[in-house]
């Protein structure tokens, strides 16, 4: 059992694929705006009306430590499922040993740690939270394997009633306890829930799957293939989440829970735009990875699009933070506005990022995906905690922009370019929608100042600002349509 990072897909199979990934595209969007959305709306009552910033202070220590560790619990093997040739059933049984195991014994160290994590992180109370909520780590390891084949797949119809179970128990249960004013801690047991909820589903919608097994020559070969992706996962998740560290530990309670909102808002297109990308786009790329134009021109038109939709959404978020803060979760949240415009933009360069992350991994340069997140979070944590000590939230915010744009993106080009992708290629791909930016930002300055920020003054604003947008990208819509 080999990782051979070829391909045996024929020219007549290229119809069915690209209708299959269409499909799939299609439903992973649905899903992730539906899921999103109702996050959001979430969001929204649990902070207007129920928690302060210091329980989402908590909650954000809580959640940064578990998304570190989901990035690797499984140790990359998981990959393997979409990846390899061949049926995936005859490895899968190892896979999922391998996961289970290492996501049990991941836990226990938390577990056992708890206090003392919590308390670098400048938020004891975060202990009781940590071990709850990081339960999540070993029920995520058991639904990879299944959760792999659906979305081998592209079965992202099934993924969608998967997560909207997992969603309608998780916010239940969340809303529930905080009503009863558990705090941080309803975060905790609704995400246990929701996912023994997707445990379940993916069991269901994937049958057969659930098959502990073992075979030393594929745990040797599944092992090789997936530590470097872990290693360049944990390194990326660090990325993302070092920042709530550094604030944590060098700023109080109050910014940890401005920042941790703010983040969460830019995180809004990252999410719904690049998680419905990237369940097809793995997949996708790996399709074409034998095929050096086939993947240029894959890489380029999904670029294209996800920018072309994210672009819009980074704007509105960026130049109305103070007004949409105040609007929508409240004035005691507007020392959040000030970070927003600034994680917007970095929000942006993740989505590109993140797509040039699965190109990598799909053409199979472990190698330069662990160079360049290692280089980033080398250089980031001192810029942060630099910002943090200077500028407050504000400053780490500035921090992340710097770092991204002046050294992470060049690297990133040239890790594509050296993969086949040329710099041109992704030239084209962003110009448009990001000049449509530029000009969309403008509009939007422009008519605040004139038009104040009121309900009504706000809509016009963005309507006029969206439709700026939508006349810049004219030019592009042949591409976009593919």
């Known amino acids: 059992m080999t990782d051979t990072g070829t391909s045996t897909q024929t020219t007549p199979a290229a119809p069915s694929l690209g209708r299959k990934v269409g499909s799939a595209a299609k439903w992973s969007l649905i899903n992730t705006v539906v899921m999103r959305l109702g996050n959001f709306a979430t969001g929204i009552i649990l902070a207007r009306y129920f928690l302060g910033p ?91 394997v299944p959760a792999g084949f659906l979305t081998r797949e592209f079965a992202q119809g099934r993924r969608m009633a998967v997560d909207a179970l997992n969603f309608v128990l998780s916010t239940a249960v969340t809303l529930l306890l905080a009503v009863q004013g558990w705090g941080a801690m309803s975060f905790a047991w609704g995400s246990v829930v929701g996912n023994v909820a997707a445990l379940i589903g993916c069991c269901l919608a994937a049958p057969g799957t659930l098959k502990f097994g073992w075979d030393r020559e594929q745990a040797r070969a599944l092992l090789k293939f997936g530590l470097p992706l872990a290693g360049a996962s944990m390194l990326a998740l660090g990325v993302v989440n070092v920042d709530t560290m550094v604030v944590g530990s060098t700023l109080d309670p109050l910014a940890l829970g401005f920042y941790v909102l703010a983040f969460n808002i830019s995180g809004w297109p990252v999410r719904i735009i690049s ?30 699009v996800v920018t072309a939709a994210t672009v819009p959404l980074c704007v509105l978020l960026a130049a109305l933070a103070a007004p949409v803060i105040a609007l929508v979760y409240g004035e005691r949240w507007l020392p959040a506005a000030g970070a927003l415009p600034w994680l917007m933009a970095l929000g942006l360069v993740r989505i590109g990022c993140e797509l040039a992350y699965d190109c990598l991994v799909a053409i199979g340069r472990r190698r330069s995906l662990i160079a360049v997140q290692g280089l980033w979070l080398v250089l980031l944590i001192p ?85 700026a947008y939508a006349v810049c990208l004219l030019p592009a819509r042949t591409t976009l349509r593919g």
């Open 54 to 144: 210091e329980a989402w202070g908590v909650y954000g220590i809580a959640q940064t430590v578990l998304l570190v560790l989901l990035s690797a619990n499984e140790l990359g093997v998981s990959l393997a499922i979409v990846r390899w040739e061949g049926d995936p059933r005859r490895f899968a049984p190892t896979v999922l040993t391998l996961s289970a195991v290492s996501s049990c014994l991941l836990y226990a160290v938390l577990f056992a740690t708890a206090p003392a994590v919590a308390d670098v992180l400048g938020s004891p109370e975060a202990s009781g939270v940590l071990r709850v909520m990081c339960l999540c780590v070993v029920l995520d390891g058991l639904s990879q």
């Open 275 to 304: 998680e419905a990308a990237r369940r097809v786009s793995f997949a996708g790329f790996s399709r074409l990875a034998d095929s050096p134009q086939a993947l240029a021109a894959g890489f380029a038109r999904a670029l294209g």
């Open 383 to 467: 810029a942060l905690v630099t910002g943090a000590r200077g500028g407050g939230i504000v400053g780490v915010a500035q921090g992340h922009v710097v770092i991204a744009g002046a050294v992470v993106v060049p690297v990133f080009l040239l890790a594509l370019h050296r993969g086949g992708i040329p710099l041109g290629t992704v030239a084209r791909a962003c110009a448009w929608p990001l000049l449509g930016g530029a000009v969309m930002t403008a509009v939007l300055l422009l008519l605040e100042r004139y038009l104040g920020d009121s309900v009504p003054a706000l809509l016009a604003t963005a309507t006029a600002g969206t439709l």
